[in-house]
Nanobody, 122 residues
Framework: QVQLVESGGGLVQPGGSLRLSCAAS????????MGWYRQAPGKERELVAAITSGGSTNYADSVKGRFTISRDNGKNMVYLQMNSLKPEDTAVYYC????????????????WGQGTQVTVSS
């Protein structure tokens, strides 16, 4: 059973920093793209940042220059370093990944984590 588990959320003051981590577990053959999404109350879930298996990245305009996505392929982990946080960054942050398991080796399936709350407030 493949799972994604996020950690690192919390309460931070405006201008502060947080680092989110996401660990993929299970009988994993390979991981393609990984990313972070967020959903604020009353809003749709949106892409924050994504990274390919080769390390290419893309970011939402609202976080460019403040957030950095990275991954450790050996540990099946993806990270989101968030700096200069703003109140509008408050949301539940979800990890997402396209994963091939040994059980279904021919196909990438898309997985979501359970989400971690990030609150930016003074």
């Amino acid at each position: 059973q493949v799972q994604l588990v996020e950690s690192g959320g919390g309460l931070v003051q405006p201008g502060g920093s947080l680092r989110l981590s996401c660990a993929a577990s299970g009988i994993i053959f390979s991981i393609n793209a990984m990313g972070w999404y967020r959903q604020a109350p009353g809003k749709e879930r949106e892409l924050v940042a994504a990274i390919t298996s080769g390390g290419s990245t893309n970011y939402a305009d609202s976080v460019k220059g403040r957030f950095t996505i990275s991954r450790d392929n050996g540990k099946n982990m993806v990270y989101l370093q968030m700096n200069s946080l703003k109140p509008e960054d408050t949301a539940v942050y979800y990890c997402n990944a396209d994963i091939k398991s040994w059980e279904y080796i021919s196909t990438y399936y898309n997985y979501w984590g359970q989400g971690t709350q990030v609150t930016v407030s003074s």
